[in-house]
Each structure stands twice: as structure tokens, then as C-alpha cells.
């Protein structure tokens, strides 16, 4: 059973615009919450956290929005640009302290 | 400061054979985490190595196996080999064996098993 669920295997933004990237979890005792960025023939690379006492984690261009009660996390990358063209991968610690991923999302910006 | 490494980068191998995949960690990072990552799917945690010391362990079958050396690079031993091992396998490090610390990939090891 996937406890960690991105529902959307790929998603195509126009450069400038906003993307945002969903993901879902069954397992409330979650409580924190990680985003992975991976190139081609690359590993993946920390992009942000959010710890479950927060609703929302900005970076830069990047802002995660954590809804507790719905079990949803989702990304926003704002402005989009070429160079976040990637595949996209949720995870959340578990209760024995490892890493519970997502499947990922290939994220696409269109010039 | 040299990153994560991994070799080889490609292995072809046949059903019920043995492989050893190599893993150097990030300068200064003493924990070891290895995945495996099925084709379309997010990679899925295999055991972790804490200072030479294996701490913690996914839903893999025992010939799975690992050993963490004390400059803290690491190897991943896969025995009887199956189709299903087909993966690529990712090494991680981070300075502590906390999930809650960022941790390092290398590029991973693509396993072709036949």
C-alpha cells in the first residue's frame, strides 16, 4: 500500500507561470515532510522541508503548504522556469525515522 | 568537497548470480542509506549504515546485505539474483543517521538483471 501518493505522473507549466505539484499521504503519525528534486542520469537533490507544526515553508521560488487535516502537501514554484524542468518526488519520515516516498512528477516548463 | 559517487554506473547480470555495488560518501558524512528505485516508482528505502553499523532496515529480503567501511564508504551485496532486482540502486550519505537531515545522492547503479 503506497502511504505516500503523487496522483499526477506528469505535469506541463508554461515558463513564468506557476506549477504546483500535489501530494497525498494515509499515515497521520507523518510529521515531517520532504521535496526531492531528480535530473536524468542525476540523484535526487533536497529542494525543501516542512515539519507537520507548520501550514507553509518558503525558499525562494519555492513554497510548500502542508494541510494537516487532509493529509495533502503540495509545491509551488513561482515564477517556473526551464531549469525546473525535473522529475518531482514527495517524501515523509516515518515513525521508524526512514524516508517514505512518493512516485514522482515529471514536471515540464514550456518556453 | 567531492560528492557522492557510485560504481559502476551500468551492470548487466543473470538471474541467481551475486552483485556488489559501491558507494563513496560525501567528505565529513558518516551515514550510509541505500534504495532501490523500480522504473516509475519513487525509491524505496533498503537499510541504513551508521558508523560501520547496519541502523535500520526496509522490507527486503535478506540477501540484501551491506557493510560500511570505516572511511564510510559502503557496498551493497545482492545475492540469487531475480528478474524483479531490475532497479536502479541509490546511495545517500548525511551527516547523521537522522531521516530528518538532507541527505546526499550519487547517481545511482542501473541493474539489468536477465
Known amino acids: 500500500d503506497q502511504q505516500v501518493k503523487q496522483n499526477s505522473p506528469s505535469l506541463s507549466v508554461q515558463e513564468g507561470r506557476i506549477s504546483i505539484l500535489n501530494c497525498d499521504y494515509t499515515?497521520?503519525?507523518?510529521?515531517?515532510f520532504l521535496w526531492y528534486k531528480k535530473y536524468p542520469a542525476e540523484g535526487p537533490t533536497f529542494l525543501i522541508s516542512?515539519?507537520?507544526i507548520k501550514d507553509k515553508n518558503e525558499d525562494g521560488r519555492f513554497t510548500v503548504f502542508l494541510n494537516k487535516s487532509a493529509k495533502h502537501l503540495s509545491l509551488h514554484i513561482v515564477p517556473s522556469q526551464p531549469g525546473d524542468s525535473a522529475v518531482y518526488f514527495c517524501?515523509?519520515?516515518?515513525?521508524?525515522?526512514?524516508?517514505?516516498w512518493g512516485a514522482g512528477t515529471k514536471l515540464i516548463i514550456k518556453p | 568537497e567531492t560528492g557522492v559517487t557510485q560504481s559502476p554506473t551500468h551492470l548487466i547480470k543473470t538471474r541467481g548470480q551475486q552483485v556488489t555495488l559501491r558507494c563513496s560518501s560525501q567528505?565529513?558524512?558518516?551515514?550510509v542509506s541505500w534504495y532501490q528505485q523500480a522504473l516509475g516508482q519513487g525509491p524505496q528505502f533498503i537499510f541504513q549504515?551508521?558508523?560501520?553499523?547496519?541502523?535500520g532496515r526496509g522490507n527486503f529480503p535478506p540477501r540484501f546485505s551491506g557493510l560500511q567501511f570505516p572511511n564510510y564508504s559502503s557496498e551493497l551485496n545482492v545475492n540469487a539474483l531475480e528478474l524483479d532486482d531490475s532497479a536502479l540502486y541509490l546511495c545517500?550519505?548525511?551527516?547523521?543517521?537522522?531521516?530528518?537531515?538532507?541527505?546526499?545522492f550519487g547517481p545511482g547503479t542501473r541493474l539489468t538483471v536477465l
Open positions: 545517500a550519505s548525511s551527516s547523521s543517521a537522522s531521516a530528518y537531515n538532507e541527505q546526499f
Open positions: 567528505s565529513g558524512h558518516n551515514t
Open positions: 549504515y551508521y558508523r560501520e553499523e547496519e541502523n
Open positions: 499515515n497521520s503519525m507523518f510529521d515531517y
Open positions: 516542512i515539519s507537520s
Open positions: 517524501a515523509a519520515v516515518d515513525s521508524n525515522y526512514q524516508l517514505i
